[in-house]
Structure formats: structure tokens, C-alpha cells
């Protein structure tokens, strides 16, 4: 370890938290700078708790992205929400964030109450601020106030990439000072097999939209390296609940899964460097949600 790894600089971890929706991931990955935490428009995409790393000179915050905290409605969601409780509890701050463009509801004020108990600074990270005019933003401000009392507010947006170095200013003031947790290198803890496996089930999400919302894990079967060639083989299952979604995820022709996998694979040969040949089969498996074990087969929630 070089003497500049083990100065002592302002280090810490900070939870990101919200209802589904209100733009956590992309505030991640946009503070980030790498694509590190699945992003779509399905509420529940994220469901591990994945840390990301934001490394300067004067300091290294460690975001928790915990997955949305929301009402469970299944197994699932039970284990998810376990999981976003304890990720909000192990934390120096508390970054909640609130989309400026919808309206403070009672899920905005779901996650404050559950914020609240964990006895961490909170801050207020307004998202999505350019989607909302400033009276907007002041009106989200006031409502969000109501929900909690905050130890700092930064509104920002991460779409355009306005105010992200306002999050840090907010954050560090609360965050100890100590040697970094990570190599200054390194922007995510997740294990490979899980990044590539999430990728596989973003497109999923993203493609095939509303109609095969939660019903969908990913694993990976199988990682190979071939030196030689400098080039990744990746093998992944597409499980889902019923035969109808696998007609879907496959689509007239095969057109949708080939579809899937020209994105996944572009995304993967991103984040490997190398090339990579990606082979994705379906299978149904009923009710896997309901099943405890399989969840955590999946890497969803703790336990692992």
C-alpha cells in the first residue's frame, strides 16, 4: 500500500435511499462515472445492496445503493426490504433522495419513517431537477421537509449531470475521517458474476417492459476466459414464473432475445475490456419468488 492509500482522509459510507423510482441508480452511476447499478423504469430493478466508490484526493464515499425501500408484497420484497433496512442502518449518513418532478406522496413518506429510526444524518437530494421549473423545487422542498428534518439538502440532476458535485459538498462534512475502505481504483464491490447477470436482466426489464415486470431472475451458469484471444465466454439462465413470458422474452423468431443479448453483450465487453460471446437460454420456474431459497440462489437480499 502506497502512503498516500493510508493518509487519513474524510471516509465513509453513505446510504442511498428512496422509494422506487425516485432515481437512485442513475444518481450512482452518474457520481460514479461507470455504469455500476442497473437502471429502468420498472420500480424494484435494484435488489442487491451494491456499493459504489467515489475516490478523490480528499476523500473516498462509499454509496450503498439499497435496493428501494417500498411495501412488500412478496417473499421477494421481504428480502429486499430486510435488506435496505440493515444497508440504511450500517451507514454514516443517510442521502434520501425525492424526485422534484412528482409529488411528495405516502411512499416518499414511507422511507422517511423508516429513515428516521436509523439516528444517522439525513441528507435531502432532491433528483431529477430537470424535470421541474423552480417553484417546483421549492414546493418539493417544503413538502419533503415536512417528512424530515435534514442535516443538509442538495438538489441535482443526474440526467444532465447538474450539481453532482453538490452531493459530495453535502455529504462529507458528516462522513469520519480514516484511511479509504477501497482501492483507489476500484468504483464497485459486487462480485462479476452478479454485474453481468444484472445486465442481463436490465435489457429483460427495458425491452420487454410491463409485461414481465418482476417475474425475472438472472443467473450466471458459466464465466470462461480465453487468454489466448483476450475474450470473455458468458452463459446466463433467464428464469421466469410461466411459459407465456418466456414466449415473450423470446420473442416472434427469436428477434427479442437477440435483441437482449446484442445490449447485455455491449454492455458486458464495457466492463470486461475484452470481447465476449454470450449465450442466454430461458426457463420457466414456477413461483420462484414465493421460494425463499431460490431468491437467495439469485443473490437477491441477504444471506449469501
Not at 468504483?187 to 427495458?206: I, N
Not at 423470446?250 to 464495457?270: N, P, Y
Request: hydrophobic fraction near 40%; proline fraction near 4%; include cysteine.
Amino acid at each position: 500500500m502506497g502512503a498516500h492509500d493510508s493518509d487519513t482522509v474524510a471516509s465513509g459510507f453513505v446510504a442511498v435511499v428512496g422509494r422506487p423510482n425516485a432515481g437512485k441508480s442513475t444518481l450512482v452511476n452518474a457520481l460514479v462515472g461507470v455504469k455500476v447499478a442497473i437502471t429502468s423504469d420498472t420500480p424494484q430493478t435494484t435488489r442487491h445492496r451494491l456499493r459504489a466508490v467515489i475516490d478523490r484526493d480528499d476523500a473516498q464515499i462509499v454509496l450503498v445503493d439499497t435496493p428501494g425501500l417500498h411495501k412488500p408484497v412478496d417473499a421477494l420484497g421481504e428480502e429486499v426490504n430486510r435488506s435496505s433496512i440493515l444497508a440504511a442502518a450500517d451507514v454514516d449518513v443517510i442521502a434520501l433522495c425525492i424526485d422534484a418532478s412528482a409529488p411528495v406522496g405516502s411512499g416518499d413518506r414511507w422511507v422517511a419513517e423508516r429513515v428516521a429510526k436509523g439516528r444517522r444524518p439525513v441528507v435531502l437530494v432532491l433528483t431529477k431537477a430537470d424535470a421541474a421549473d423552480e417553484a417546483t423545487v421549492a414546493r418539493q422542498l417544503t413538502r419533503a421537509r415536512e417528512l424530515v428534518t435534514p442535516a443538509a439538502e442538495v438538489v441535482l440532476s443526474a440526467k444532465d449531470g447538474f450539481n453532482l458535485e453538490g452531493f459530495a459538498d453535502a455529504v462529507l462534512p458528516f462522513l469520519p475521517q480514516g484511511p479509504r475502505f477501497f482501492p483507489r481504483d476500484m468504483t464497485t464491490d459486487q462480485p462479476l458474476g452478479v454485474m453481468l447477470a444484472e445486465l442481463v436482466r436490465e435489457k429483460v426489464l427495458r425491452k420487454t417492459q410491463d409485461e414481465v415486470p418482476h417475474a425475472v431472475g438472472v443467473q450466471l451458469d458459466e464465466l470462461e476466459y480465453d487468454e489466448g484471444r483476450d475474450f470473455h465466454t458468458v452463459r446466463c439462465t433467464i428464469y421466469v414464473e410461466r411459459e407465456s413470458q418466456k414466449g415473450i422474452i423470446i420473442g416472434k423468431g427469436g428477434e427479442m432475445i437477440r435483441a437482449i443479448g446484442t445490449e447485455a453483450r455491449a454492455d458486458m465487453e464495457r466492463l470486461l475490456g475484452t470481447g465476449v460471446h454470450l449465450d442466454l437460454r430461458v426457463k420457466v420456474k414456477k413461483d420462484w419468488r414465493r421460494d425463499g431459497a431460490q431468491i437467495k440462489r439469485f443473490g437477491y437480499g441477504e444471506g449469501l
